[in-house]
């Protein structure tokens, strides 16, 4: 990508361009640039006059920049609507996430130990039963690290700077840190199947409730990949 366009690239994503449209902007715009080269180099020009000529036939930086931005439709969701995209959209997706680890968690247990009272620390599994269940607590363990680096990664290609990215993933940890899963047919009677989601800080440890330690390392691996980019764009500049 040439200079300027990489210069209009990064204005059209601060001014919150959603960056399908700012793509498909720049390739349509590199179509025209050659168009016009080629017209250039046909009057007789060489292929260095002939770039320069067709730039300033093309227009300004600030002229391109200014003409997507003013138009609602073209910009993303993240700059429409951030408090759905970083707090609301995240917990839809960790609530999906959990209920597919609560389903496989559900149906192993009925499929591998249907005698057993609880699917929790039986050692009698293992084969394709033991990757059965170890592929939901994958699921369970990995889903609010994996829906933080997703919301992060928005923000990044964006060039957002957003109170809601924070506030989102705040929420995550918060979640995540403190699920809990019991499943037990004599303790939960009730339940999806026997099976319960609650949320408590837990046992202190050192005088710091174990859910909010988790939450803490939780939020750090999420927010993590966002702050090294971060780093990484203010030293380029």
Known sequence: MSRPFHELRERLLRAGVAPRHTRRYLNE???HLADLKVEEERAGRSRTDAESAALTRLGGIDDLANAMPGQRHFQSWSVRAPWAMFSLTPLFLLAGSYLIAIIIL???WMMFLPGADTPFGNMRIHGFANL???AGKMIYFCAPILV???IGLIAARQRLKTIWLPFGLVLIALIGGTAQIQASRISVPGG????RMDFALGASVHGIPGGLLN????FSL????YLIWRLQRVHSL
């Open 29 to 31: 715009l590199a179509d």
């Open 132 to 134: 059965y269940f170890q």
């Open 192 to 195: 999806l199947g026997h099976i």
């Open 222 to 225: 999420t927010a993590l990949p």
């Open 148 to 150: 933080g680096w997703g």
């Open 215 to 218: 939450a803490l390392v939780l």
């Open 106 to 108: 559900w149906s192993g």
